[in-house]
């Protein structure tokens, strides 16, 4: 352990901000936290827990009410420049200039921090090899991939050597592959040049690399260790349940986290399920609850950790909205059980082309997609899933091809295909300004509900997923914003709802939640289309396709892509990962030979 002092060192920090009732919320309360030089410490935390408040803290631009913190052995509120000027902090939103080129957004933040020629031409060289971009210096920033925008906005927080680096949530919306090329700039700049690391991160894997881990919550230290010493405070007690034939590990899924007295914490991983048990629940009823189920034992995680610590806090905690699950939306009599597959495709693809002037973006994809299937669309950043998506919602036109969903030739009747269609995008597109209720009824009314119908469905969707009809949109936590976005998505009851990538940035708490609505709408028959960047939500899909440069790489069940990948039995990441490399792969040894 280092003798030195520590590089930030916060005793008793206090912040609070105006809630939605008008009342105070702490986002920090009475928070002491020291990181030690020449490290990667993580905060890791839900929505809400404090993590983006006290990194601002910590890069001067927000004054504690009460407390100290030094950085860098100064005083941070009383000096906030002299920090700056010794830092970099990349924020969760990093404002790259999406018409200048990247050579031209190097050059800006060179001159706005005042980095000499022959130091910034060094830096440029050597933050240009780590991020790979240096045969695209001539680019625009726009036409990168989310990944490479990531990676430039590193760079560009790096056109200094800086004695700490602040990394709010840096991987939020970014692919597997992308996530590991930025996680290795990091740890490189760590190894090489000591540099200090100060990171939140919504991916317990990414807190796994890290030196120290502080967990916090409401603006509280929950605890703080090593990934090891964290990691034990879950031996014992985390286990691998092998469904029964006949049962989806996603339903069994459903029924443990559905018992907190047993289960901490449960998700779909490998065809099985991954879960905590309660350190007291009754052996009965677990067995009850695992319905035949093989038990295993296995190592435990730092997640396993993560989750405990706030189930536990949740529990200690009167009103904390991380105690609230995610409610399943009613059963619809109309709706009824999920048809039987027999029923035939509610989607067709066959042929599909789009292209941007001579840039194919989607090449002859074909699939189909059954009634109350969760289908989900993978690939990394640019791979053309997020074209192939908006082709499907009839919000972009296709080239070529065939596409039919719910019974509609979707490039003759696209106005009336979208009828039949739910949608919640990435970014939380309602009104921020307007209350719960008002977006639920404005979206009743875009969707065609008047009257007594409108008046019905809104109330039933304040009922069904718990919303304050009163409170402003824009200050909700992000879990609610996204339940608001469901409920606003649902209102008029569609068969076929379209998720595009519904879970970013949000933390664990708030994506199982999520998730166990989604679950909940299959089992009713709704047709699910999900993007995501999470591997791990891939397990819950029926089945899965992974696209890479506009082509359709692979389509099958979450089993038969580990297989396809060599990595049968392991998680997701892996298969991805595996599954996109060799494909590239096999074009560069096709370009070759050509």
């Known amino acids: 352990m280092s003798a030195r002092p520590p590089i930030v060192a916060a005793e008793g920090l206090r912040k609070t901000f105006e809630g939605p009732d008008?009342?105070?919320?702490?986002?920090?309360?009475?928070?002491?936290l020291q990181m030690r030089p020449g490290e990667l410490t993580a905060l890791v935390g839900p929505d809400g827990a404090g993590k983006t408040t006290l990194i601002r803290m910590v890069a001067g631009l927000l004054r504690p009410e009460a407390g100290t913190l030094q950085v860098l052995g100064r005083d941070v509120t009383a000096d906030p420049q002299g920090v700056q000027d010794?830092?970099?902090?990349m924020p969760q939103r990093f404002g790259l200039y999406d018409?200048?080129?990247?050579?031209?957004n190097l050059d800006l933040y060179a001159d706005l921090h005042g980095v000499p020629g022959e130091e910034r031409r060094e830096r440029f060289a050597r933050m240009l090899e780590m991020t790979d971009l240096a045969r695209f210096t001539a680019r625009p920033a726009g036409k990168l991939s989310g990944g490479m925008k990531?990676?430039?906005?590193?760079?560009?927080?790096?056109?200094r050597s800086p004695e700490l680096l602040l990394l709010d949530e840096p991987s939020v919306g970014v692919d597997p592959l992308s996530r590991r090329d930025l996680w290795k700039i990091v740890q490189q700049l760590v190894d090489e040049e000591q540099l200090s690391v100060l990171v939140s991160t919504a991916y317990m894997d990414e807190a796994e690399r890290c030196a120290q881990v502080w967990v916090l919550n409401r603006g509280k230290v929950l605890d703080r260790g090593t990934p090891e010493e964290l990691r034990a405070r879950a031996r014992g007690l985390t286990f691998l349940a092998v469904p029964p034939a006949g049962m989806r590990a996603r339903e069994l899924q459903a029924r443990m986290v559905d018992a907190p007295r047993e289960v901490v914490d449960a998700v779909p991983a490998g065809g099985r399920v991954r879960f905590i048990r309660q350190p007291g629940a009754d052996e009965a009823a677990l067995g009850t609850l695992?319905?035949?189920a093989e038990l295993l034992p296995r190592e435990e995680e730092l997640e396993d950790t993560f989750m405990m610590l706030l189930r536990q806090h949740a529990a200690e905690t009167a009103g904390d909205p991380a105690a609230a699950p995610a409610p399943a939306p009613a059963l619809d009599p109309a709706r009824g059980a999920a048809p039987a597959a027999a029923a035939g495709p509610v989607i067709e693809v066959r042929d599909l082309v789009r292209k941007f002037g001579d840039f194919t973006a989607v090449a002859s994809t074909s699939f189909d997609v059954m009634p109350g299937e969760i289908f989900g669309l993978l690939g990394p950043n640019g791979a053309g899933k997020t074209t192939t998506f908006r082709m499907l919602c009839g919000l972009l036109p296709a080239t070529s091809g065939k596409l039919d969903v719910g019974g509609r030739d979707l490039r003759s009747a696209r106005a009336r295909a979208r009828a039949g269609i739910g949608y919640v995008s990435q970014k939380f597109a309602l009104y921020g300004n307007l209350s719960v209720r008002e977006n639920l009824e404005f979206f009743g009314g875009a969707y065609g509900l008047r009257g007594r119908a409108l008046k019905a469905r809104v109330a039933a969707a304040l009922e069904e997923f718990e919303l304050d009809p009163g409170a402003r949109s824009g200050d909700l936590p992000a879990g609610y914003k996204q339940r608001l976005a469901m409920a606003a998505g649902l209102l008029h009851q569609p068969g076929i709802l379209f998720l595009d990538e519904p879970t970013s940035g949000i933390d664990p708490l708030a994506r199982r939640a999520f998730w166990r609505t989604i679950t909940a709408l299959s089992a009713q028959g709704v047709t699910v289309i999900v993007t995501t960047h999470f591997m791990?939500?891939?397990?819950?899909?029926?089945?899965i396709a992974i696209q890479d440069a506009g082509e359709m790489l692979i389509i099958g069940t979450p089993r038969e892509v580990r297989a396809e990948a060599g990595t049968a039995g392991t998680d997701m990441n892996a298969a991805f990962i595996g599954i996109v490399e060799q494909a590239r792969a096999r074009r560069r040894d096709a370009e070759a030979a050509a």
């Open 86 to 89: 010794r830092i970099s902090y």
């Open 22 to 32: 008008g009342g105070e919320v702490a986002a920090l309360d009475g928070l002491t």
């Open 290 to 292: 695992l319905a035949g």
């Open 536 to 543: 791990e939500e891939a397990e819950y899909c029926d089945r």
């Open 150 to 159: 990531q990676k430039l906005g590193l760079a560009c927080t790096l056109v």
């Open 99 to 104: 018409d200048l080129s990247v050579q031209e």
